[in-house]
């Protein structure tokens, strides 16, 4: 039989776990780093298990080692397993196994069983002082992308491992500063407490055990499915279909009415209150109108989609250029430019706090004569 293995950090809690179930007739015969191997035997109530740092870190105790905690009546049963390599197994603990209740413990002397930790606890202390840090700065990164650029995070039909990535490598480094804050708090009972303490429920070891493998296996999943998922545009529906107002203009309010109805898709995103594209009429035909409306929850992030949603009228021209940038009641800044030769196509952008609207026109109308009505529909969905 084989279980998820406990941390061999909680000591109390992996000691009760392997005593409990050799109480129930299994006995551990390998501890992997993720994996715990169980054999069947018979049923025991007076088995005891204790666990004893390595030391060194790697390989098994040797045969005098063994032989003497023999005759004192413990028995070698495995070594927790924390990593391999091509010339060695890198562990951690060294289990040991007394049937006999009167046999005297492993390390009666205090001082030394805390000594014997030192290697492990200085191991510790460094995850914790970089992990940090480390956690630190890849927060930053993940804030970073998401705030410098905006607009792929603010549409879910846009999928991207790199948050996914680091997510990982957060908690990789959460889970070895976890541990190390627990050892940490072990060692520390060792040094107040009189007898050292031997056992402790370990339900809430397995159920940290569980949720760091869950979070591990559904970002595995989530960045496995990233990889084989096309990426599917979200259909627009009209907006009558819709129970809520859709933030938009129609043609019909520009004076250039078009068959059918103004059609729409909504986007969810933490980052953002609400997210909506809306089309109306041919993309290949006048008239014809597709806008982007954003109400981000940080008027900072605004001003950086703004940004970049600037750089992609690059096909219209300089989206820098002074000479697109206009005054428009009511926005705290707006951008216009219009084809010079044709004078149909147009395109206008306003930020009103945390509000961005991103609007392309194919028509008769000017733009600039309707951006009070912009101006109100902004108003009205302020939230």
């Keep these: ?7 061999p950090m909680d000591v109390p809690a992996v000691q009760a776990w392997l005593e409990d179930w050799a109480a129930r007739g299994w006995y551990v015969e390998s501890y992997g780093k993720n994996l715990v191997s169980f054999a069947r035997g018979e049923r025991q109530k007076d088995v005891r298990y204790r666990l004893q740092p390595v030391g060194g870190g790697c390989g098994e105790p040797d045969q005098d080692t063994r032989e003497s905690y023999r005759e004192m009546g413990w028995t070698y049963v495995c070594s927790t397993v924390l990593g391999r390599s091509l010339s060695d197994v890198k562990t ?28 492990l606890l200085r191991r510790g202390w460094r995850n914790i002082w ?24 603010l549409l879910e039909g846009h999928p991207d491992s790199t948050i996914l990535m680091l997510c990982c490598n957060v908690l ?44 591990y296996a559904l970002i595995l999943v989530v960045m496995i499915g990233n990889l084989f998922r096309p990426y599917e545009h979200r259909p627009y529906r009209p907006v009558s279909q819709y129970d809520r107002p859709v933030p938009c203009v129609s043609l019909a309010e520009l004076g250039t009415p078009a068959e059918g109805e103004v059609e729409a ?43 970049q949603l600037l750089r992609r009228w690059a096909y219209l021209g300089d989206g820098d250029h002074p000479e697109l940038r206009v005054a428009v009641p009511g926005t ?26 991103d609007v392309f026109y194919l028509g008769e109308a000017d733009l600039m004569e309707h951006t009070d009505r912009y101006v109100e529909m902004l108003e009205k969905f302020q939230q």
């Design 265 to 307: 898709v909504d986007f969810h995103s933490i980052w953002a209150k609400s997210v909506w594209w809306t089309a109306e009429g041919s993309y290949d035909a006048s008239p014809h109108c597709s806008a982007e409306y954003y109400s981000l929850r940080f008027s900072s992030m605004a001003e950086n989609l703004e940004e």
């Design 92 to 119: 951690e603990f060294h289990i040991w196994r007394c049937e006999d209740p009167g046999t005297p413990e492993l390390d009666t002397d205090q001082t030394l069983r805390e000594e014997a930790y030192g290697d």
């Design 172 to 215: 990789l480094t959460l889970h070895l500063v976890d541990r190390a804050v627990r050892l940490v708090r072990f060692t520390r009972r060792l040094r107040q407490e009189e007898p050292a303490p031997q056992r402790a429920p370990w339900g809430r070891a397995r159920a940290r055990v569980w949720v760091f493998q869950g979070l």
């Design 1 to 7: 039989m084989r279980r998820l293995a406990l941390d």
């Design 332 to 357: 705290d800044s707006a951008w216009y430019w219009r084809d010079e030769i044709q004078g149909k196509r147009q395109a206008l952008m306003l930020r009103r706090g945390g509000q961005v609207l």
């Design 130 to 153: 970089m992990g940090v840090p480390l956690i630190a700065a890849v927060l930053a990164v993940m804030w970073w992308l998401v705030w410098s650029h905006p607009r792929e995070y």
